[in-house]
């Protein structure tokens, strides 16, 4: 399926009430999963992760259906689909629970790498193996008691298996120890992680590059989930790219546990102001544009696309920093990128593993041609590609947008948003 995607007046004017925190929800679920007092969770989000998580723990955490594995001692397989949250959460989460289970994902998440989580969780006793390529999923999980102590793991590939270790760490007779190698990478989820264990009265330290979680209970307090910073980042860049803009957005916070809420502080780099109100922010144009401008997206993997095609619509020449976990996401998001933005003149260059530079060509015909050419756009089984190119509809009469479902793994009302506020979407009949 295709959309065709426009908007003929080029402004923007609306309210949006955003998708809650994908990231946030999928911690806090794990939480109430392991928890032995009960409490609500409110505004949960409805993205295709986060509710394949509810759907597996519901039936995990059910008392009949989790003593009938205890007592038959069988193999459940679940399917966890694209998500990575999901599959390496649950993957912490049945190393330390009695029973065997299979967990796989879809084909490009069978692909991502799990092995580093894996070795962390077998040095600390638990019975992991592979059942297709080493180091990937699918995996076998035969659950056992673990004791946790100190480990080392490598701190320059995902964040996530960081995460895993961490919620399950307050229930390990010893605690743990997580002693982190390399450079840190997405720092800013790993504190989302620990201020929402410290939500649920759990201690901890962050010494240097030593993070030290004592054995400890989870107390039952209610959480109520934040709207979505890294969804949010796509209304920043249909303001960026709009000739005028008055986007109030609800429920998000000044003060965030989501490390995305920089996208405030970094597109007034792109001529956008936020104002923080009482219900949330509202979003307007300026006239500042930098000649120039670099950041490092080492803790903010997930604004960078959305950064990359702001930079090369406005024009303005940028080094993107911190890169190099973008190619292990749903798809290889640097070579995306790249690909995608050819479409439209601009030329990006992969200088190494975790950079790209955007320059422009010097002439202006090619920008003139376009305008009269048919945009389409890949998006390469990847949420983050549809939505960071949709609003390429602000600067051209038309973009198509290929496999637009895919939005439904963070925002799943990301197109009828964009309805509501005035953009025409139409189902391409080919």
């Not at 090619?366 to 960071?388: C, G, P, Q």
Request: with cysteine; proline share 3%.
């Amino acid at each position: 399926m295709v959309y065709k995607i426009s908007k003929p007046d080029k402004r923007l004017e609306g309210t949006v009430y955003l998708t809650a925190s994908k990231s946030e929800s999928n911690r806090v679920l794990m939480i109430q999963a392991m928890s032995s007092q009960r409490f609500r969770i409110t505004n949960l989000a409805d993205s295709q992760d986060t509710q394949i998580l509810a759907e597996i723990l519901k039936n995990e955490t059910a008392g009949d259906y989790s003593a009938a594995l205890k007592k038959l001692n069988v193999e459940v397989s679940y399917y966890t689909g694209p998500g990575g949250t999901t599959i390496r959460f649950l993957t912490a989460f049945f190393a330390m629970r009695e029973g065997v289970r299979i967990l796989s994902g879809s084909d490009r998440m069978n692909d991502r790498p799990i092995k580093t989580l894996v070795d962390a969780l077998n040095f600390l006793g638990a019975r992991i193996t592979y059942l297709g390529k080493e180091g990937c999923p699918p995996i076998k999980i035969v659950g056992t008691k673990l004791k946790g102590g100190d480990i080392e793991m490598e701190a320059d590939v995902s964040s996530q298996f960081i995460t895993a270790l961490l919620l399950i760490a307050p229930l390990l007779e010893n605690g743990l120890n997580i002693h982190l190698k390399g450079r840190i990478v997405s720092r800013s989820y790993i504190m989302m992680t620990l201020k929402i264990l410290e939500h649920f009265g759990i201690k901890y330290k962050w010494d240097d590059k030593v993070i030290s979680v004592p054995h400890q209970d989870f107390q039952g307090w209610d959480y109520h989930i934040e709207s979505d910073w890294s969804s949010a980042s796509y209304w920043y860049e249909m303001a960026a790219l709009a000739e005028e803009a008055d986007i109030r957005i609800k429920g998000l916070r000044r003060k965030s546990i989501q490390g995305d809420s920089v996208i405030a502080d970094l597109f007034r780099f792109f001529g956008v102001s936020t104002l923080f109100t009482e219900e949330g922010i509202q979003l307007s144009k300026t006239d500042y544009r930098p000649d120039c401008i670099g950041f490092d997206f080492a803790d903010y993997p997930d604004i960078a696309q959305t950064a990359a095609v702001v930079a090369s619509v406005q024009k303005i020449p940028a080094q993107l920093n911190g890169l190099h976990t973008l190619r292990i996401k749903e798809t290889d998001r640097i070579q995306a990128l790249i690909n995608e933005l050819k479409k439209i003149g601009v030329t990006l260059k992969d200088s190494d593993e975790s950079s790209l530079e955007i320059d422009f060509p010097e002439k202006k015909e090619n920008e003139e041609e376009l305008f009269s050419t048919e945009l389409e756009f890949k998006t390469y089984h990847d949420h983050r590609m549809a939505m960071a190119f949709a609003p390429l509809a602000l600067v051209y009469p038309e973009v198509k947008i290929q496999d637009p479902d895919v939005v439904s793994k963070s925002y799943p009302d990301f197109w009828n948003d964009m309805r509501a506020i005035g953009f025409e979407i139409k189902e391409d009949q080919l």
